[in-house]
């Protein structure tokens, strides 16, 4: 049967009844003339032949009634025309009704395979619809997910901002104050005791430190290097302070003037931050690349270190919840770009993160991270 199975109903139950009898009783009627307009050709030919054709078509066309009515039906219209006496029927008597009974048992028996190979085709329908919603609902829930990684990226860039605002009015105010007036007491006031001097010198020491590190948070936190100055002037502070903590750091940039959309500006920075927290905490080496570059349609970075390296397969196995998520953010990230992130890593040859991000063609400043 040349016609496709469509949706939600097998080929059988897609033919009306009236159809699949009607081709019973054409196809027999069509073997019966055949074999009527042939005889003169084909002597003393069995007019079963020709009829057990009529039965698979029937059986095929239209399942097991059908079926059995063409071999009914067969059955008869030999008896009528064929078996002598020709032109009536005869009842069971003589070699013919043998012939008979061997043509019904046949018709039954091809009318059982039609139908089982029905049943079968049925089935398989059936099971290629389940396999097809189990794909569709799959893929919705993968949206889904796609979406809320999304959206949670956003809220943690939104509380990071938060954050950033409370320890910069609140906390880190506060020490300042605390700092100017220990340094204007220790201006006026300087002990004359060389211990007390020294005690006063430590504790203005450790105040001034309280500030520094409260604004190295606040830069982590919420870089605002990034909101004024862009990713590359942002980047380059990242592989400064890594010179400052003793790191052979180098850093080639060829983003350009203009400025990326906030959106990348954000995802690719905090993968860069992410990649280089990964340096210092795995890596065990002070040699470090940080390449970040605009190229035909799309913004390419690598981070790549001369350390130990790791093997890839293991770490995705491991870890608890809330650990080992640097990685799977960084994939996140730069798929929800629609680019594609890479690690290269060999045990003894280091780690190479690369990720590729398409240039959106318009700048839409709206989205993730986004202000
Ligand atoms: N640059 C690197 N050098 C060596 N090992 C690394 C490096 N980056 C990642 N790894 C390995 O991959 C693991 C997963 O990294 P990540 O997802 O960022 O989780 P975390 O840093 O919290 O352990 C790390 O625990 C570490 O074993
Ligand atoms: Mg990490």
Do not use: C
Not at 23 to 48: C, I, N, Y
Not at 226 to 249: I, K, N, P, Y
Not at 297 to 308: K, N, S, T
Not at 332 to 344: D, N
């Amino acid at each position: 049967m040349g016609m496709q199975a469509k949706k939600g109903a097998d080929s059988l139950s897609r033919r009306s009844l009236p159809l699949r009898y009607g081709v019973a009783v054409a196809s027999v009627a069509l073997a019966t003339g055949l074999k009527l307009l042939l005889d003169p050709l084909l002597l003393q030919q069995s007019p079963f032949l020709l009829l057990a054709g009529a039965v698979m078509v029937a059986a095929w066309f239209g399942g097991l009634g059908p079926g059995l009515v063409a071999t009914a039906l067969g059955a008869l219209s030999a008896d009528y025309f064929y078996l002598a006496p020709v032109g009536s029927f005869t009842g069971p008597v003589g070699a013919g009704f043998w012939l008979q009974v061997l043509f019904v048992l046949q018709g039954v028996l091809i009318t059982a395979l039609a139908q089982a190979l029905h049943l079968a085709r049925q089935r398989a329908e059936k099971s290629t619809l389940a396999v097809k919603r189990h794909q569709e609902e799959l893929a919705g829930r993968e949206r889904e997910l796609h979406d809320l990684v999304g959206r949670l990226i956003v809220a943690q860039e939104e509380e990071r901002r938060r954050v950033a605002y409370e320890v910069h009015d609140g906390f880190t105010q506060m020490a300042a104050a605390a700092y100017r007036r220990l340094a204007l007491f220790a201006e006026h006031r300087l002990p004359e005791a060389a211990q007390d001097r020294k005690e006063l010198e430590d504790a203005i020491a450790l105040v001034q430190r309280t500030v520094g590190e409260a604004r190295r948070i606040i830069a982590n936190l919420r870089p605002t290097t990034l909101d004024d100055f862009g990713l590359a002037t942002a980047v380059r502070m990242q592989v400064e302070e890594l010179r400052s903590e003793d790191f052979d750091a180098s850093y080639e940039e060829t983003l350009g003037k203009e400025r990326l959309p906030a959106t990348l500006e954000t995802s690719l920075f905090r993968v860069i931050q992410e990649a280089l927290a990964n340096v210092r905490k795995h890596a065990q080496t002070a040699r470090v690349h940080v390449a970040l570059g605009r190229y035909d349609g799309l913004v390419r970075l690598e981070v790549r270190d001369w350390g130990h390296g790791f093997d890839a397969a293991e770490v995705r196995r491991g870890g608890g919840p809330g650990e080992r998520v640097g990685v799977s953010s960084m994939r996140e990230r730069i798929a929800l770009l629609g680019g594609s992130l890479e690690i290269r890593s060999e045990p003894g040859t280091g780690t190479s993160v690369v990720a590729e991000v398409p240039l959106p063609v318009t700048t839409g400043e709206e989205g993730i991270g986004g202000k």
